[in-house]
């Protein structure tokens, strides 16, 4: 089989050989992917990504030897390269601590299924991308105060509001980076909807409360909002904020792409909320989200974006843009520093 130089080129570490054959058979069922090498463990996972310099690896966990997580740790030191985490649910809370040492998103062990295949093809191609030293190096800047350069918005929104925030890949180190730097007196409750695996929300919850002031939690129905509180969205079902400033879980659409919807949350906070709601997209694969912002302007709110240059992918924030319905742009490292004025924390 002939290779060209616009081939993705990934190198799979797992112990289990049924694994490593299932992603190979998914990988290689698109012509622009080829396998370059397998490892069963850390050890050799550092030394084939030496050897082999893969455009991209996925990465198991739990192994023998060495883990991934030290694997990952010393491959992003020592010759930085995509890495997408590919997991049971058991290893999900290790998994999370493996986004902090730069692995760039986690996915779980897949079934060869058509939307699994796809999905796992997608992250590959977008992930692939990623300048993983450029990344590293924009997204470890600290919160600086906020630029007064650009348009004019509103600031210190009066008590009442919310922040309503979407994500998908790339998603969980850049919400991480910006719920720790607010207090845990911080004026507005926020409510995130982040694409991800069903079973890995919990993780995900430990993941981010272990990293700020703030009190992280799973939105659980009928819940009140509380401020200095994060209500993270279940990927289990699709959330909404009542009128009453309460959770409201449903049934997922089954037309429903993206699990759990952005859309759906940020389009009732704009209902509910209208001016006092604080919408922010970051980075993600694809559009959703960009309806729910939408939404969010016209019903005079405020409208935040990452930027690219601090994205792990520019997709779902880049579409948000040029639809016209962001009215600031923001770096990660501004991010923090934008909420903290526009709702008047205190600190």
């Known amino acids: 089989m002939t290779h060209s130089r616009n081939n993705i080129r990934v190198l799979i570490v797992d112990d289990s050989a049924l694994v490593r054959d299932m992603i190979r058979?998914?990988?290689?069922?698109?012509?622009?992917?080829?396998?370059?090498?397998?490892?069963?463990?850390?050890?050799?996972?550092?030394?084939?990504?030496?050897?082999?310099?893969?455009?991209?690896?996925?990465?198991?966990?739990?192994?023998?030897?060495?883990?991934?997580?030290?694997?990952?740790?010393r491959i992003i030191d020592e010759q930085p390269v995509p890495i997408l985490v590919v997991t049971s649910l058991t290893g999900v809370r290790t998994a999370f601590a493996a986004m902090a040492k730069g692995a760039l998103d986690i996915i779980e062990k897949p079934d060869i299924t058509p939307e699994n295949i796809k999905i796992l093809i997608q992250k590959i191609r977008y992930l692939a991308k990623v300048d993983v030293s450029a990344h590293l190096?924009?997204?470890?800047?600290?919160?600086?105060?906020?630029?007064?350069?650009?348009?004019?918005?509103?600031?210190?929104?009066?008590?009442?509001?919310?922040?309503?925030?979407?994500?998908?890949?790339?998603?969980?180190?850049?919400?991480?980076?910006?719920?720790?730097?607010?207090?845990?007196?911080?004026?507005?409750?926020?409510?995130?909807?982040?694409?991800?695996?069903?079973?890995?929300?919990?993780?995900?919850?430990?993941?981010?409360?272990?990293?700020?002031?703030?009190?992280?939690?799973?939105?659980?129905?009928?819940?009140?909002?509380?401020?200095?509180?994060?209500?993270?969205?279940?990927?289990?079902?699709?959330?909404?904020?009542?009128?009453?400033?309460?959770?409201?879980?449903?049934?997922?659409?089954?037309?429903?792409?993206?699990?759990?919807?952005?859309?759906?949350l940020l389009s009732s906070v704009a209902a509910a909320y209208g001016k006092v709601a604080i919408g922010l997209i970051m980075s993600g694969m694809g559009d959703d989200g960009v309806t729910g912002m939408r939404a969010i302007k016209q019903a005079g709110g405020l409208t935040l974006a990452q930027d690219a240059a601090s994205s792990v992918v520019f997709g779902m924030n880049r579409v948000a843009i040029e639809c016209g319905c962001i009215d600031r742009v923001l770096s990660l490292g501004d991010i923090p520093a934008e909420l903290i004025q526009l709702t008047g924390d205190s600190r």
Not at 147 to 176: H, L
């Open 25 to 73: 058979a998914m990988l290689e069922s698109d012509p622009d992917i080829v396998v370059v090498g397998e490892a069963v463990n850390g050890v050799e996972a550092i030394a084939k990504a030496a050897s082999l310099k893969p455009d991209i690896i996925t990465m198991d966990i739990e192994m023998p030897v060495m883990g991934g997580l030290e694997a990952i740790g």
């Open 137 to 264: 190096q924009t997204t470890g800047r600290q919160s600086r105060p906020v630029s007064t350069c650009g348009a004019v918005i509103k600031k210190n929104f009066s008590k009442g509001g919310i922040v309503a925030v979407a994500a998908s890949t790339g998603g969980p180190q850049a919400i991480r980076t910006v719920l720790s730097h607010l207090s845990a007196t911080f004026p507005f409750p926020i409510a995130i909807s982040q694409h991800i695996c069903e079973g890995f929300t919990q993780g995900m919850v430990d993941w981010l409360n272990s990293g700020t002031p703030l009190t992280v939690v799973l939105a659980e129905h009928g819940a009140g909002l509380t401020p200095g509180h994060v209500y993270v969205n279940p990927a289990e079902y699709s959330m909404t904020i009542s009128p009453q400033g309460r959770i409201l879980l449903g049934d997922r659409d089954a037309v429903q792409i993206y699990r759990p919807s952005c859309n759906t």
